[in-house]
């Protein structure tokens, strides 16, 4: 069983910087393929930003590219979503979330790949 704990969502200013931060517990950090995802209202859950495994791939969202920087500590357990150059259609509730792979390098982007989720951190950028 993983378990999955977002931190560092907030009210930020058109144009700031967060970081986000999701630590797991329970098993083989190392061997999941971890993801972020946002959901705003009335939206799709989307894919933002995703890791390997072994932390050689990463996807990015196109509205993302650029901005946001994802990153794994596997001796921490803790994947990082660092945001820049934020706007305002960035606002969303942010989740992380974890599978199991199979696969160093193989990265997932569609939600029901994965099997963990976090309980979401609301990020919100005013204008």
């Known amino acids: 069983q993983v378990q999955l704990v977002e931190s560092g969502g907030g009210l930020v200013q058109a144009g700031g910087s967060l970081r986000l931060s999701c630590a797991a517990s329970?098993?083989?950090?190392?061997?999941?393929?971890l993801g972020w995802f946002r959901q705003a209202p009335g939206k799709e859950r989307e894919c933002v930003a995703a890791?390997?495994?072994?932390?050689?791939?990463?996807y990015y969202a196109d509205s993302v590219q650029g901005r946001f920087t994802i990153s794994r500590d596997n001796a921490k357990n803790t994947v990082y979503l660092q945001v820049s150059a934020m706007k305002p259609e960035d606002t969303a509730v942010y989740y992380c979330?974890?599978?199991?792979?199979?696969?160093?390098?193989?990265?997932?982007?569609?939600?029901?790949?994965?099997?963990?989720w976090g309980q979401g951190t609301q990020v919100t950028i005013s204008s």
């Open positions: 890791i390997s495994r072994s932390g050689s791939s990463t």
């Open positions: 979330a974890a599978a199991f792979s199979a696969y160093q390098s193989r990265v997932l982007r569609i939600p029901t790949e994965y099997r963990y």
């Open positions: 329970g098993l083989s950090f190392s061997a999941l393929a």
